[in-house]
C-alpha cells in the first residue's frame, strides 16, 4: 500500500511538471445552463486519467459552479461503481461489454472522449538504442515462452544492442484494467498461439510468465522504473513522463513505428470509417503503413436519464466542452485527440443525454 | 506444555502459605483474592480475545470454504473477474522468506548474543550494543521497506546478476533480480527478527549459573568448548524458543514485504524471483477487495493463522526435547 503512495506521488510528481505547460490557455466557455453548486463523481479508467483531471481543472476554473471529482480506479471497477448507480459518470478503456449495457438501469451512452497507445516500456540500464520487436517475439515475451533479455529471436531483431543475460520479468496490472484489456485483445489478433492455449482476452489474466504486478498505470509505470529487466504495458504519456524506454513494434504492414502520437495519431485516421453507430470501436490490430499496433479509444459512461437535471446539465456541458476545446490538451499530454467527426458524432450522442 | 507456568505460580502460592508475615491475615487474604481474580480475569480476557477473533475471521471466510474447500491451498490463480482464489504460491513465499530469514537472523542473532554474554566485551560496553541492537526493533516496518527499494535492492542487483549469470543454471540463482524480489525481503526480514532473537537468546545464556561455566573451566575446556558444547546446549530451550518467536515474526510481517516481494503469483525457487507472502496478499488486495474477494482474503488470513499456530506448537515441542535432553542434567 505504501508502495502505491509512493508510486502515485511519483506519478503525481510527473503530472505537475506537465500541468503548467498548458495552463497559460484557458479560456473555456462558461455553461449558462447550470445553476447553484453541482458536484459530480466519476470514477474509472487510470489510462485517460491525467488528461481528465487536467480537463476538470480547467473546466471548473471557469465554472466555479461545478465540481468534478475524478477517481482513477480502473477500468473493471469503474464500470461495476456506474452500473451500481454510485458515480455519475464511469470511464473505461474496455467500453462496456453487452451483457454490462443491458444491466445499466438507466441506460449508457458510451463517449469516447480520447484515444491513447500502449506503449511496451522496458528497462534495461546498459542498453542504449531503440529496442525492436516483431509480433511473434513480443506476444511469445508475454506468453512467457521467451524468458531472457539475451534470447536468439530478440538478438536476431537488434543485431546492434548488446542484450544482457538477464531474465524478463513482466509487469502487468493487478487491478481489472482497460490497458489490459485492449493488450491482450491486440495479443490475442496477431497470435494464434495466445488465441487458441494462451490465457484469453480480459481485464484480469493470468500472466504465464515471470510476472509481477502493480496497481494502475502510474503503478506499472513506477515499477519498471525500479526493475531492471522489466518490460510492461502502459499508457504512452506515463511512461513517457518516467523517461521510461519504449519498444519499437512492428505492425500489420510489417514496419516497425515509433511510438508516440504521430503513430497513433495514423493509426486512428486510418480507420476512423469503421466506428459503429454505438461508438464502441475496438482496433485490435488497425492497418496503415504508419500506424502504432497497439490503440485504444476509452470512453465516458454517461446515464441516459439523470433524476437531477442539474446534474445531467452540468456533466453534458462539461463533455461537450472536453469534445471541442477539450481536445487541444490531449496532444500535449501524450494522448491522440478524436478525429474531427468521430468527435462530432459523440457529441451528438451527448446531446441525447437526458 | 502451555500449562508449565500455571503450574509454578499454583504451586508457589498453595505450597507456601505462611510466606507472609501473618499481622494482617484479613488485608492480606483480599489482597491475595484480588491479585488472583485480576490475574484470571486478564488471563481469560486474552484467551476470549483470540477465541472472538479467530471466530470472527472463521465466520468471514466461511462462504469461501464453503466455496473453495481445500483446493483453496493447493491452487495457484487469483482471479477476482472469474472467482478463482488460490494461495498455494503465497503459502510458498511465506514458508520460503521467514525460512531464509530465519537461517540468517537466527545465525546472526546467536553470535551476537554469545559475543554479548561470554565476556568477549566489558559489560558496560555489551549493554550499549543490547541496547542498540534492541533499537532495531523500534524502526518501522516502513522505514525497512523504502530502505530496502533504495538502499538494498540497487547494492544487492549486481552481485545477484552476476550469480545468474555465472551460475544460472543452479535453480536458486534461476532468474536475474530485477527490483522487488524474495532475496532483498528475506535479508531484511532478517534483519527485522534480529532484535528478537538476540535480545531472548542473551537471556537464555545469562540465566546459567555462573558455576555451570566455571565447571566447564575447571575440567579443563577451552573458551570455545566451554560456549559450544556447554553454554549453547545448556541456553538451548531459551535459543529455541527465541528462534520460534523471531520465525512466528517473520511469518506475520507485512508492510515491509508487501513493499519488496513483487507481488508475484508464483512460486519459483530462485531468490532472486519476485514472490508474494500471505501478510502481503492480504494488505495488498483488502483495500479495494469486493465482497467476494474479501471473504477469499479471510481464508487467507486463517490459513495464516493456522501456520503460525502449526509453527508455534512444532517449536515448543522441539523445546520441550530440548529441555528434556540438556537442561534435565542441569
Known amino acids: 500500500m505504501a508502495m502505491r503512495w509512493l508510486l502515485a506521488a511519483i506519478a503525481a510528481f ?11 490557455q484557458n479560456p473555456v466557455s462558461a455553461d449558462p445552463s447550470a445553476k447553484g453548486q453541482v458536484e459530480l463523481r466519476g470514477a474509472g479508467a487510470t489510462f485517460p486519467a491525467p488528461l481528465y483531471q487536467k480537463w476538470i481543472d480547467v473546466y471548473t476554473q471557469a465554472n466555479p459552479n461545478i465540481s468534478i471529482k475524478y477517481q482513477g480506479v480502473g477500468s473493471g471497477e469503474g464500470s461495476q461503481l456506474f452500473l451500481e448507480q454510485k458515480v455519475d459518470f464511469g470511464a473505461s478503456d474496455a467500453a462496456l461489454s453487452d451483457a454490462q449495457i443491458a444491466q445499466a438501469k438507466a441506460g449508457v451512452t458510451l463517449v469516447p472522449t480520447t484515444a491513447g497507445i500502449i506503449v511496451l516500456a522496458y528497462n534495461l540500464p546498459d542498453v542504449k538504442g531503440t529496442l525492436k520487436l516483431s509480433r511473434d517475439v513480443y506476444a511469445d515475451i508475454f506468453a512467457g515462452k521467451i524468458r531472457q533479455w539475451d534470447d536468439p529471436r530478440i538478438q536476431a531483431l537488434n543485431p546492434d544492442l548488446k542484450l544482457p543475460k538477464q531474465t524478463i520479468t513482466l509487469v502487468a496490472r493487478k487491478d481489472s484494467s482497460g490497458t489490459t484489456y485492449a493488450l491482450t485483445n491486440h495479443l490475442s489478433t496477431i497470435s494464434e498461439a ?21 496497481r494502475g498505470n502510474e503503478g506499472v509505470a513506477g515499477r519498471i522504473k525500479h526493475s531492471w529487466g522489466s518490460i510492461g504495458y502502459v499508457e504512452y504519456g506515463f511512461a513517457k513522463r518516467l523517461g521510461l524506454p519504449m519498444v519499437y513494434l512492428q505492425n500489420k504492414a510489417g514496419r516497425y513505428v515509433e511510438p508516440g502520437p504521430q503513430s497513433g495519431q495514423a493509426a486512428l485516421a486510418a480507420n476512423v470509417n469503421q466506428v459503429p453507430s454505438n461508438l464502441r470501436l475496438f482496433l485490435p490490430d488497425p492497418d496503415g503503413e504508419d500506424s502504432y499496433p497497439i490503440i485504444t479509444l476509452t470512453w465516458l459512461l454517461l446515464h441516459n436519464h439523470y433524476v437531477e437535471p442539474q446534474k445531467g446539465m452540468a456533466l453534458k456541458g462539461f463533455v461537450d466542452w472536453a469534445l471541442t476545446d477539450g481536445q487541444r490538451f490531449s496532444g500535449d499530454m501524450g494522448y491522440i485527440p478524436l478525429p474531427a467527426d468521430l468527435a462530432m458524432r459523440a457529441r451528438a450522442a451527448v446531446d441525447a443525454v437526458q | 506444555m502451555l500449562g508449565e507456568p500455571w503450574h509454578r505460580i499454583i504451586s508457589i502460592t498453595s505450597t507456601d502459605p505462611d510466606r507472609s508475615p501473618a499481622r494482617h491475615p484479613g488485608g492480606d487474604y483480599a489482597l491475595d483474592r484480588g491479585f488472583r481474580g485480576i490475574a484470571w480475569t486478564s488471563a481469560a480476557l486474552i484467551l476470549a480475545l483470540v477465541a472472538y477473533i479467530i471466530v470472527e475471521i472463521g465466520g468471514k471466510a466461511l462462504p469461501a470454504i464453503a466455496e473453495y474447500g481445500f483446493g483453496f491451498l493447493t491452487s495457484t490463480t487469483w482471479n477476482v473477474q472469474e472467482g478463482h482464489f488460490g494461495i498455494l504460491p503465497e503459502i510458498w513465499g511465506t514458508l520460503y522468506s521467514s525460512l531464509l530469514a530465519l537461517i540468517l537472523g537466527g545465525v546472526f542473532g546467536i553470535t551476537i548474543a554469545i559475543f554479548l554474554t561470554q565476556d568477549f566485551l566489558p559489560s558496560r560496553l555489551a549493554v ?19 530502505w530496502g527499494i533504495y538502499v538494498l535492492i540497487p547494492m544487492l542487483r549486481p552481485a545477484a546478476n552476476w550469480l545468474h549469470e555465472e551460475f544460472g543454471v543452479v535453480p536458486f540463482f534461476g532468474t536475474s533480480l530485477s527490483g522487488p524480489g524474495l532475496a532483498p525481503a528475506a535479508l531484511v526480514l532478517a534483519i527485522m527478527i534480529l532484535p528478537t532473537v538476540a535480545s531472548i537468546s542473551v537471556d537464555a545464556l545469562r540465566q546459567i549459573p555462573y558455576k555451570v561455566k566455571e565447571a566447564a573451566y575447571g575440567m579443563g575446556t577451552t573458551r570455545w568448548e566451554a560456549i559450544l558444547k556447554v553454554m549453547l546446549p545448556t541456553a538451548g530451550s531459551g535459543i529455541l524458543a527465541a528462534l520460534v518467536l523471531g520465525f512466528g515474526r517473520a511469518l506475520g510481517e507485512t508492510m515491509a514485504l508487501a513493499m519488496l516481494i513483487g507481488n508475484s503469483n508464483q512460486i519459483s525457487l530462485s531468490l532472486f524471483a519476485p514472490a508474494n507472502t500471505l501478510a502481503a496478499l492480504l494488505a495488498s488486495n483488502f483495500p479495494e477487495a469486493g465482497e467476494v474477494e474479501v471473504q477469499a482474503l479471510m481464508y487467507a488470513a486463517l490459513a495464516l493463522l493456522a501456520i503460525t499456530l502449526v509453527v508455534n506448537i512444532v517449536g515448543l515441542a522441539a523445546m520441550k526435547f530440548a529441555t528434556r535432553k540438556f537442561e534435565a542434567e542441569r
Open chain 1, 14 to 24: 510527473g503530472c505537475t511538471a506537465v500541468v503548467p505547460l498548458a495552463l497559460g
Open chain 1, 194 to 214: 495466445w488465441r487458441t492455449q494462451g490465457p484469453g482476452i480480459g481485464k484480469l489474466i493470468e500472466w504465464p510468465g515471470i510476472s509481477t504486478v502493480a
Open chain 2, 128 to 146: 550499549v550494543f543490547r541496547t542498540i541492537i534492541e533499537l532495531l526493533a523500534a524502526i518501522p516496518s516502513v522505514v525497512f521497506g523504502l
